[in-house]
């Protein structure tokens, strides 16, 4: 069975950091691209970043590009997002998902609160 | 940036009712993804490559469409098919997603 399970979601301060992990489980991890894609409250979807097998392509949207970070870890199975310079227009809950265009698996989700 | 745009907004179906989503794109893609997404869940991988109903989903659901133009279709609706209904192209990046249709029982 898939799973994908993030973790390291929280209430953080305008301009401060913070780093999302995703633990993937249940598939071969480095035979599929990877994303975040996240929801503010009440809000739709919106994806942030993905990242090829190895790690070596990455891509971003326009409003993070500069401040967010995707990489990975193949050995470990893990995902991960840094995300710096913080803003209130990123709280949302952040997903991770396999990507292959299609975005078949999807984790529970952390939610990231950006505010004083 | 492909810009998708989701109609109607909001709905109301019957029991029984045949319901279409719609959906469609600044630009032409090739495949259209549909998730479903109930409140409180994640999303979920409801139709890929356009038609294709992925593992679990009743198949009073369909996909179909090309180009710019694409749509859900429920047969016959059901009670657990309330949810909201978000399409998503992956042709390139950025992916975009559709603003969603929020389906409700009448």
């Known amino acids: 069975e898939v799973q994908l399970v993030e973790s390291g979601g929280g209430l953080v301060q305008p301009g401060r950091s913070l780093k999302l992990s995703c633990a993937a489980s249940g598939f071969t991890f480095s035979d599929y691209y990877m994303a975040w894609v996240r929801q503010a409250p009440t809000k739709g979807l919106e994806w942030v970043a993905s990242?090829?097998?190895?790690?070596?392509?990455?891509y971003y949207r326009d409003s993070v590009k500069g401040r967010f970070t995707i990489s990975r870890d193949n050995a470990k199975s893990s995902l991960y997002l840094q995300m710096d310079s913080l803003r209130s227009e990123d709280t949302a809950t952040y997903y991770c998902?396999?990507?292959?265009?299609?975005?078949?698996?999807w984790g529970q989700g952390t939610l990231v609160t950006v505010s004083s | 940036e492909i810009v998708l745009t989701q109609s109607p907004t909001t709905m109301a179906a019957s029991p029984g009712e045949k319901v279409t989503l719609t959906c469609r794109a600044s630009?032409?893609?090739?495949?259209m993804y549909w998730y479903q997404q109930k409140s409180g869940t994640s999303p979920k991988l409801w139709i890929y490559d356009t038609s294709k109903l992925a593992s679990g989903v009743p198949n009073r659901f369909s996909g179909s469409g090309s180009g710019t133009s694409y749509s859900l279709t429920i047969s016959s609706m059901e009670t657990e098919d309330t949810a909201t209904y978000y399409c998503q192209q992956g042709r390139s990046y950025p992916y975009t997603f559709g603003a969603g249709t929020k389906l409700e029982l009448k």
């Open positions: 998902t396999t990507d292959l265009s299609t975005l078949a698996y």
């Open positions: 630009s032409s893609v090739s495949y």
């Open positions: 990242i090829s097998y190895d790690g070596g392509s990455t």
